[in-house]
């Protein structure tokens, strides 16, 4: 069974960068689409980005620019790096895994963190 586990959330001022990470065990990420999510206080969950099986990622246009996912298959982790951040980005973030996506289309994700806050704040 996949377990992921989300870290890098912190206190960050309008500006700054944050690097999380989502580290996999259990299985192999080899084969999974990795997807990072949101959610902000009172607001819904939302994509934020994806990485697929062959290193293709795809941003929503909040993250484009901005935000940058890679994917470290030897260390069976992968990484959203945040630059430039805003008040707006405030939330808990969340990976989530899919096997064989390739990041286009609808999107179920079995797997799912337990997530990490990030809050961006003066």
């Known amino acids: 069974q996949l377990q992921l586990v989300e870290s890098g959330g912190g206190l960050v001022q309008p500006g700054g960068s944050l690097r999380l990470s989502c580290a996999a065990s259990?299985?192999?990420?080899?084969?999974?689409?990795i997807g990072w999510f949101r959610q902000a206080p009172g607001k819904e969950r939302e994509k934020v980005s994806c990485i697929s099986s062959r290193n293709s990622t795809e941003y929503e246009n909040s993250a484009k620019g901005r935000f940058t996912m890679s994917r470290d298959n030897a260390k069976n982790t992968v990484y959203l790096q945040m630059n430039s951040l805003k008040p707006e980005d405030t939330a808990v973030y969340y990976c989530?895994?899919?096997?064989?996506?390739?990041?286009?289309?609808?999107?179920?994700?079995?797997?799912w963190g337990k997530g990490t806050l990030v809050t961006v704040s003066s």
């Open positions: 259990g299985e192999s990420l080899d084969y999974f689409a």
């Open positions: 989530a895994a899919e096997i064989y996506y390739d990041c286009t289309g609808p999107s179920r994700m079995d797997y």
